[in-house]
């Protein structure tokens, strides 16, 4: 499992890094006030950082036909599925640690500095599932047409965000994660979190049904 591992992270590391520059140039960009909008704009980094190195190993191995190599190997389908799905999971906590840990160079009030807190927090758990439905929807479709349609619509998504920035209509666009989260303790989005993981649990379990099904049928 730790070999699938090693031979995936490097599509996480690379897109890691270019996502996490973008997401440190948007936060610098409002260093001097903390608001709850660039937080939910930099959540769609964690969004792509999850969502495009995933279908970046899946397209490669469609290529080279990877899995009827590994299949050969004294590997269980199970245990590759799983590998591949943990890196995910590892890199939304990453992501987490690193954006929380730039809100110590920021000047904010507490309950604006909170608010983005929970921001960042629920839209972990959002990557999470969505992480989770891509996989299941690799495994089913055509991996390369999925990709083109969730990078296309990513990118339309951070040109309104860009947009907005500009025409500082943050407020209007981006103010529903901030009615979600504000007045509620950060305890409900931890433990949202947790859920996800149970959920993205059974997820797995489905996409390596759909897998096994798509190899050996």
């Known amino acids: ?23 440190t140039v948007m936060w610098h960009s409002s260093m001097d006030r903390l608001r709850t909008p660039i937080a939910v704009i930099n959540s769609f980094f964690m969004f792509f950082s999850v969502v495009v190195p995933a279908l970046s190993a899946e397209v ?3 290529k080279h036909r990877g899995y009827a190599f590994l299949m050969t190997l004294p590997l269980k389908l199970e245990t590759v599925v799983r590998a591949k799905m943990a890196l995910p999971i590892i890199a939304v906590f ?19 500095l909170a608010d983005c807190v929970k921001i960042i927090l629920l839209n972990a758990s959002g990557a999470i599932m969505l ?26 998504f951070n040109l309104l965000g860009l947009i907005a920035v ?3 209509s943050l407020v209007n666009i981006f103010e529903w994660p ?3 989260v504000s007045g509620r303790p950060a305890w409900i989005f931890v433990v949202m979190i947790l859920a996800s993981l149970g959920v993205y649990h059974l997820i797995f379990r489905r996409a390596l049904r759909l ?3 798509r190899l050996f049928d």
């Open 1 to 23: 499992m730790i070999g699938i591992i090693k031979k995936n992270a490097m599509f996480y590391v690379i897109y890691g890094l270019f996502f996490l520059i973008m997401s």
């Open 60 to 62: 490669l191995e469609e």
């Open 94 to 112: 990453v992501i987490v640690v690193y954006n929380l840990g730039l809100f110590q160079f920021f000047e904010s009030t507490p309950s604006v």
């Open 131 to 156: 992480a989770g439905a891509v996989y299941i929807l690799m495994y089913r479709y055509n991996v390369r047409a999925l990709m083109m349609i969730l990078v296309f619509t990513g990118v339309i």
């Open 166 to 168: 500009r025409t500082r």
């Open 178 to 180: 901030e009615l979600i």
């Open 211 to 213: 897998k096994e099904e």
